[in-house]
């Protein structure tokens, strides 16, 4: 095996989407090019290399674990993933000045921003406010110390650009992927799970309970907004949403969406993606959804016409409007009315949803992505 490379991220197996995605899949496909050693929040996923689960997210725990992998582990690359673990690194690296590792760091997303796109939208904004100050201080303790990032998305280093007034000398594009399951269309389960909705064409969402982020949360607030413009349509569409149930949801619910919960098992949340016939990125602009790149790929992977606010698209401007997606404004009812148009007229937007897959499979997968980090590692290391 070649070089050893340490993996530090938040992944937690106990919520496995948004910030799991990414250091789960890459270091997945990177044990192809390294001796791979996984340190997160829960690693219990992890089956393709040994972890260890620090079970905190305080950053004292961070340095701790990191000190321990540093020791018994002694890799050549360690790759934090995220703000926090790129600050535990970071601490590493100057306690040890004469490390014979090399540090890269990777930001998902850029923090500031979005809390301080969400400060007026949220129930808290001192708090939201709070946090948008710590980022902005610890993302910019990582960018002015000079160590090369790798970035989810190119939106990412123009906004850096523009609130630190700096662009990184080394900064690299790398967006997240998708997995084989949903690239594969001869796997496809058996049963319509939706059914008992049909004539209806199945409009999907994917909007999991988390509990750091609101984003979530404002794309099932626009969806119900949606659905209920078409209330009168339901022989035409349903509203699905993955990842919650009703007892979630405090306002009246219409009688055209349903809520499923957490799919926990992967075939079921497959069958209920196969099967959908629309994809919806319901996210205000106010949401800041940089989760959505993961939500966005897998539609597009599993051959559904999206359809998304502006938005729903940040970090992904290579999908472009009636090329690959409907592209909406972002009031509720021109979502609607685009959705009613797509679910009545499937066939005429069908070269849409070829376009979209023919450039995932060529540029999308999680082992594509992978093969270009590692290339980006192994470059950072032979300095």
């Given at each position: 095996m070649g070089k050893r490379l340490l993996i530090v991220s938040t992944l937690d197996s106990s919520q496995p989407f948004g910030a799991f995605t990414r250091p789960f899949y890459l270091g997945q496909y990177l044990t192809k090019h390294f001796d791979v050693f996984q340190l997160g929040l829960d690693c219990s996923s992890v089956d393709y290399a040994p972890s260890l689960s620090i079970g905190s997210r305080s950053l004292k725990s961070y340095i701790q674990s990191i000190e321990k992998c540093i020791d018994e582990f002694c890799p050549d690359i360690v790759y934090a993933q995220e703000t926090l673990p790129g600050l535990a690194a970071l601490v590493s690296l100057k306690l040890r000045r004469h490390s014979s590792y090399s540090l890269v760091l990777d930001f998902h997303t850029f923090s500031p921003y979005?809390?301080?796109?969400?400060?007026?939208?949220?129930?808290?904004?001192?708090?939201?406010?709070?946090q948008c100050i710590k980022t902005y201080i610890a993302q910019g303790i990582l960018i002015f110390s000079g160590i090369p990032i790798i970035a989810a998305g190119e939106s990412i280093p123009k906004l850096i650009s523009q609130w630190y007034g700096k662009t990184p000398q080394q900064i690299y594009?790398?967006?997240?992927?998708?997995?084989?399951?949903?690239?594969?269309?001869?796997?496809?389960?058996?049963?319509?799970?939706?059914?008992?909705?049909?004539?209806?064409?199945?409009?999907?969402?994917?909007?999991?309970?988390?509990?750091?982020?609101?984003?979530?949360?404002?794309?099932?607030?626009?969806?119900?907004?949606?659905?209920?413009h078409l209330e009168s349509h339901q022989e035409k569409v349903h509203f699905v949403v993955i990842g919650r149930d009703s007892s979630d949801i405090a306002e009246p619910i219409p009688s055209n969406i349903s809520f499923l919960g957490f799919l926990p098992k992967r075939e079921d949340f497959i069958a209920h993606l196969k099967y959908a016939d629309i994809a919806l990125l319901p996210f205000s602009k106010q949401a800041v959804a940089g989760g959505a790149r993961n939500k966005a790929l897998d539609y597009f992977a599993s051959r559904k016409l999206v359809v998304s606010t502006p938005e729903g698209l940040r970090g992904l401007e290579e999908f472009r409007n009636l090329e690959h997606l409907l592209v909406t404004g972002y009031s509720s009812e021109e979502v609607a009315n685009t959705i009613l148009d797509a679910a009545s007229n499937t066939d005429k937007y069908q070269s849409l949803v070829d376009t979209a897959y023919t450039l995932i499979t060529e540029k999308y997968s999680w082992n594509a992505k992978s093969q270009n980090i590692a290339d980006i590692l192994m470059k950072i290391s032979a300095f």
């Open positions: 979005e809390y301080w796109m969400r400060l007026f939208s949220v129930a808290n904004p001192f708090k939201e406010f709070a594009s790398i967006g997240n992927g998708v997995t084989e399951d949903l690239l594969n269309t001869e796997v496809f389960p058996d049963k319509d799970p939706y059914q008992a909705f049909r004539p209806a064409k199945i409009v999907v969402i994917i909007a999991p309970k988390t509990f750091q982020f609101p984003t979530n949360d404002m794309s099932v607030s626009m969806a119900i907004e949606v659905a209920k």
